[in-house]
């Protein structure tokens, strides 16, 4: 029965939330979040109460790291001796606190990320300033708590004689809260907690005449006040931060961008590195060399820049595409009354006011009692001494000290602290001079006990002492703003000629999705040969464009990826191109169905598009600039099992000819399709037979109609001229092109638009293609089924068809030729031919 009873049987879920919510609920107001009075995490709190308790000080010598991290592990924070170093350095690094909390000496990191020397070889020490967050902590300005091990006590927060949250930020992460408080300019904090002080209903916008923005210990520039008011009103909010760079002329008529200063916590090397892998990788044109030219005067880093290149161009490239320019999202959670809380820029204010209240009203409380008893104690002893020869009399009758005592208090009604100071008094005190020294203490403890209780007597005496402490803190430690606030943030507007090298390359697609760019050498070099692929893959698309033109991808699930040509890959013409998912991301189960270079997006061309399920759409082509090309975006809008089987681009005025699966042809004016928005589905443009569907889909222009070519499921081929069919209009059922047979009936696996040369290319189930020269093939009618390239029922259905065009061969001929692929007859009603 005991056995039993030393065990819970509980619900696993139970027991892992019970242990979950106190870990949660350690972290957060125990690690991670800085406390809204002090701005300071307990790490941070026993690091520089450890030090100053060790009277390790601004005025005294440097101390070896690992004895304070030592100190600070053995009474206050039993964790990891990395924890406790990693905090202690982060107080000594000047990009990161606008205000160092601990000095140090030796290697304490760099902004480039190197990491700090080991504790064992560092030395430090409190700043002057931490001196001022610690200051009368010794009379009972705040509450102690026992340490882990119940040896010590720790105080639970500092006294702070100025708004150390606000003055140098916060950042971290605990269980479902994340903080992010900037640092800011002391003598603007401070003057606006006087304002708030003297105006408790002052608002937002009167407290930002004080703080005009974060300044930051890299300086940089701020921009967008419309943020910073968000962020200070709610405690979330962005601005755009950028570092300072200015363009400088050099010699040979060239210019240079020099920066002097960074964004907030961006790491300088990394930095460097990614504007060198831009000039690398030829993403900007112009930068003739990236350098790191730091030293101990300063940060500096130089760009420079080819002749006659666009510096303002490419500066802004470098704001747009590195973290010269970043985004800062305020975050501002702090511990307010135990609990994490979301808090604006007043309630900040407020929370560190209404503790130096409590601070300076305890402090006054407490110097009050230390100058009514030493005020009492000098009195007695003015007294003694204006009887001194009795005192002395009555003290040599004495058995002892506390008979001594005794007597006084009985026979001269001298009170017991009193009396203690008497018996306890020096010889040399007894001398008529002290006599004056004693009155005049008595004098100044007497002002000072009324200055005290006038302090302690009005609210407003209270703030006046806060207020005056405050400015003697900003006279003493306040420095000139780092940080440039700019009212609007700035629109980069990039001219793409600037910044990509104009370059005409030669630009390959395969079905299977793997692009690349050539350089024209590269192409010519191989003597016409193909460019290198897998031997499954197929060339989709190849042709000779601009860098600084775009490539549109489109997909069979109506998505389409935006790739400008200067970030596609530069491989040799005869090496494997990369795959578009490695650009782009798009689903695993989508393929690439065309191409389309674009120069200029403008409204007066169209994207049109069809689909299997007999839907037609036209678009301008300007909505299909995209901002953004980091994923798939939606090109156009599919219903269920819908899917896009042609993408062309055309001027509006073309004509469209859809052919589907059971033999169908529709031929109407692309006038008849109405404009519409990107993510559109379009109109219906053919009336389709139920278990039908649209295989093939072309636009041309009327006075120069291609050639149709047909292969059946059954390979089976026919060329047709346009003029057999008649043009209509949208949304009607179509003509039929082929001959209907009763037994295993022809279907249209393709059909395509094809000019005077070139060949059709028949692929099959089992992987096998076969070839026709179109130029050997007699045109049919509407009513035929051409003839059988071969037998499928070897080889398998066929399941794609395509056209590579050609040149004139130098015999010509006869465009009514026999054709020399042709087996049989495909119009007879047998199933199996051979």
């Not at 974060?214 to 009103?233: N, S």
């Not at 008497?422 to 006599?435: E, K, P």
């Not at 699966?661 to 139920?690: C, D, M, P």
Request: hydrophobic content about 35%.
């Amino acid at each position: 029965m005991q056995e039993k009873e030393r065990y819970l049987d509980l619900p696993l879920e139970d027991v892992i939330g019970d242990r979950f919510g106190r870990y949660s609920k350690y972290i957060i107001q125990d690690r991670a979040l800085p406390d809204a009075r002090d701005g300071l995490k307990p790490v941070q709190r026993r690091i520089l109460y450890a030090m100053y308790t060790d009277r390790n000080t601004s005025d005294k010598p440097f101390r070896k790291a690992a004895k304070t991290v030592g100190n600070v592990i053995g009474n206050y924070h039993p964790h990891g001796d990395s924890s406790v170093y990693d905090a202690m350095i982060r107080q000594s690094q000047d990009w990161k606190m606008r205000h160092l909390l601990v000095q140090m000496h030796g290697n304490n990191g760099s902004i480039d990320g190197d990491p700090p020397a080991a504790m064992r070889y560092t030395e430090a020490r409190l700043s002057a300033i931490s001196a001022e967050l610690l200051k009368d902590i010794e009379k009972d300005t705040v509450d102690f708590m026992l340490n882990f091990d119940d040896s010590l006590e720790e105080p639970v927060v500092l006294p702070s004689r100025f708004p150390n949250l606000l003055v140098n930020g916060s950042t971290g992460i605990s269980s479902g809260y994340a903080t992010d408080i900037p640092p800011h300019h002391l003598g603007e904090v401070i003057d606006a907690a006087i304002h708030h002080m003297e105006h408790p209903d002052s608002t937002v916008d009167d407290l930002m005449k004080h703080i005009k923005g974060p300044d930051f210990p890299t300086g940089g520039t701020i921009q967008g006040v419309d943020g910073l008011k968000k962020a200070y009103e709610t405690g979330k909010g962005k601005i755009v931060l950028r570092g300072k760079a200015e363009i400088e002329d050099v010699r040979g008529g060239k210019q240079q961008i020099v920066i002097t200063e960074i964004p907030y916590e961006v790491n300088k090397a990394n930095l460097v590195k990614r504007m060198d892998e831009l000039r690398i990788d030829k993403k900007v044109d112009g930068i003739a060399e990236v350098r790191d030219d730091t030293d101990r005067t300063g940060l500096r880093i130089v760009v420079e820049l080819k002749k006659e290149a666009d510096s303002k161009g490419i500066l802004h490239y470098l704001y747009k595409n590195t973290d010269l320019q970043v985004s800062y999202n305020f975050n501002m959670v702090a511990i307010f009354n135990k609990t994490p809380k979301l808090l604006g820029l007043k309630h900040m204010l407020e929370a560190y006011i209404n503790h130096q209240k409590e601070v300076v009203t305890r402090r006054t409380k407490f110097d009050l009692n230390k100058a009514k008893e030493r005020a009492h104690i000098v009195e007695g002893l003015i007294k003694a001494i204006s009887i001194l020869d009795e005192v002395i009399q009555t003290i040599r009758a004495s058995k002892d000290k506390k008979d001594a005592k005794d007597r006084l208090q009985d026979m001269y009604q001298f009170t017991e602290p009193q009396a203690e100071a008497i018996v306890t008094l020096q010889l040399y005190r007894l001398t008529n001079t002290d006599v004056t020294t004693l009155e005049e203490e008595a004098s100044e403890l007497k002002k000072l006990i009324e200055k005290l209780e006038a302090i302690l007597s009005s609210e407003k005496n209270l703030i006046n002492e806060i207020k005056r402490e405050l400015k003697e803190i900003k006279k003493k430690y306040a420095e000139a703003r780092r940080t440039v606030i700019e009212q609007e943030i700035e629109d980069l507007k990039i001219n793409l000629e600037v910044v990509i090298p104009s370059e005409d390359v030669r630009v390959t697609v395969t079905k299977e999705g793997y692009v690349k760019r050539s350089s024209l050498r590269s192409y010519a070099a191989s003597n016409g040969e193909p460019p290198g692929m897998k031997e499954t893959d197929r060339l989709l698309y190849s042709l000779e464009i601009n860098t600084t033109d775009t490539l549109l991808l489109f997909t069979r699930k109506g998505s389409f990826l935006f790739l400008p040509v200067h970030q596609l890959p530069e491989i040799r013409w005869k090496d494997s191109g990369q795959h578009v998912a490695n650009l782009v991301a798009m689903d695993n189960d989508d393929d690439i169905l065309t191409a389309i270079p674009v120069k200029e997006f403008n409204d007066s061309e169209y994207v049109l598009f069809a689909t299997k399920l007999g839907m037609v759409k036209k678009t301008v082509l300007s909505e299909y600039k995209a901002q953004r090309n980091s994923k798939a975006l939606m090109a156009v809008k599919l219903k269920k099992d819908d899917e896009v089987i042609s993408v062309t681009l055309s001027d509006g005025t073309h004509d469209i000819f859809f052919a589907t699966h059971t033999g169908y042809g529709l031929w109407f004016t692309e006038e008849e399709v109405s404009a519409t928005g990107q993510r559109t589905a379009g109109v219906k443009a053919i009336n389709l037979k139920k278990d039908d569907f649209v295989v093939s889909c072309m636009s041309f222009k009327e006075e120069s109609p291609p050639d149709l070519f047909l292969v059946t499921q059954r390979a089976a081929y026919k060329k047709m001229k346009l003029n057999v069919f008649e043009k209509t209009s949208r949304a009607k059922r179509g003509l039929v092109m082929l001959k209907e047979l009763k037994r295993y009936p022809h279907r249209v696996a393709s059909l395509l638009p094809i000019t005077k040369y070139g060949s059709i290319f028949v692929q099959t189930k089992n992987g096998n293609t076969d070839t026709i020269e179109v130029a050997s093939i007699r045109s049919n009618d509407r009513y035929t089924n051409g003839s059988f390239l071969f037998d499928t029922g070897d080889t398998g259905e066929v399941i794609d068809v395509w056209f590579e065009e050609g040149d004139a061969p130098n015999t010509d001929l006869d465009d009514e030729g026999s054709s020399r692929n042709a087996i049989n007859n495909a119009d007879d009603d047998q199933t199996q031919l051979f």
